[in-house]
């Protein structure tokens, strides 16, 4: 079975410019959750999504946001960047009962 | 309040020997579920081990083992041999309700784990 992911790996971008960000699950699995990870603040949740529906929130701007299509593919999009929003974004598919597998994620740079 | 603490940004442990990654956490919701994964510096998170707060014994995978003390609200991670493959960070996450309608982790800082030969 191929795991999840996620492309693009590597991301250069420049402050203002808008960013996609895509995560292919685990065949079968329906749970996309996208976490941002900086040396600053850690790992931190974005959001769920289950079923092409947002299930769950965290605590950032609306210049985040997402979708999940009808085969479980998901984007990220990431509007008017700001160098703050340099990290590694990570994707986790999930099934049912509780294992999540994680992407290899793609680092964005922000200059 | 954190709700998950990870006490130990570094470990360093010998080829071989065993070592013990400590973990606590905190939440009020009765069903719960504790996960540990590891991330290489490559960056990918690998599912290492888990434990659901309903579950009577401790989980075990391979060479991991989660002692997991309800009463204390800790969730340590032990690495039995370890490996030079074994050097990583190792995060510590929780997710809080029923598996199935809730995916959201919340992650401790991790400990950085160097296995030295």
């Known amino acids: 079975k191929a795991g999840v992911t996620q492309t693009p790996r590597y991301l250069i971008k420049t402050r203002g410019q808008q960013v996609t960000l895509s995560c292919s699950p685990i065949?079968?699995?329906?749970?996309v959750s996208w976490y941002q990870q900086t040396p600053g603040q850690g790992l931190q949740f974005l959001f769920e999504y289950f079923s092409e529906t947002q299930r769950n929130k965290g605590n950032f701007p609306g210049r985040f946001s997402g979708r999940q299509f009808s085969n479980s593919r998901s984007e990220m999009n990431v509007s008017t960047l700001e160098l703050g929003d340099s990290a590694l974004y990570l994707c986790?598919?999930?099934?049912?009962?509780?294992?999540?597998?994680f992407g290899p994620g793609t680092r964005l740079t922000v200059t | 309040a954190q709700k998950i603490t990870q006490t130990q940004p570094g470990m360093f442990v010998q080829e071989k020997e065993a070592v013990t990654l400590d973990c606590t956490y905190d939440?009020?919701?009765?069903?719960?579920?504790l996960f540990w994964y590891k991330q290489p510096s490559s960056g990918e998170m690998i599912f290492l081990i888990y434990?659901?707060?309903?579950?009577?014994q401790n989980a075990t995978e391979g060479r991991y083992s989660l002692n997991f003390q309800k009463a204390r609200k800790s969730a340590n991670l032990v690495i039995s041999a370890s490996q030079l493959g074994d050097s990583a960070m190792y995060f510590c996450?929780?997710?809080?309700?029923?598996?199935?309608?809730?995916?959201?982790?919340?992650f401790g800082k991790g400990t950085l784990l160097t296995v030295n030969p």
């Open positions: 434990q659901g707060s309903y579950d009577q």
């Open positions: 065949s079968g699995h329906r749970s």
């Open positions: 939440t009020s919701d009765p069903s719960y579920g």
């Open positions: 986790a598919s999930g099934a049912e009962g509780y294992e999540q597998y």
């Open positions: 996450a929780m997710r809080e309700g029923g598996g199935g309608s809730n995916y959201k982790l919340t």
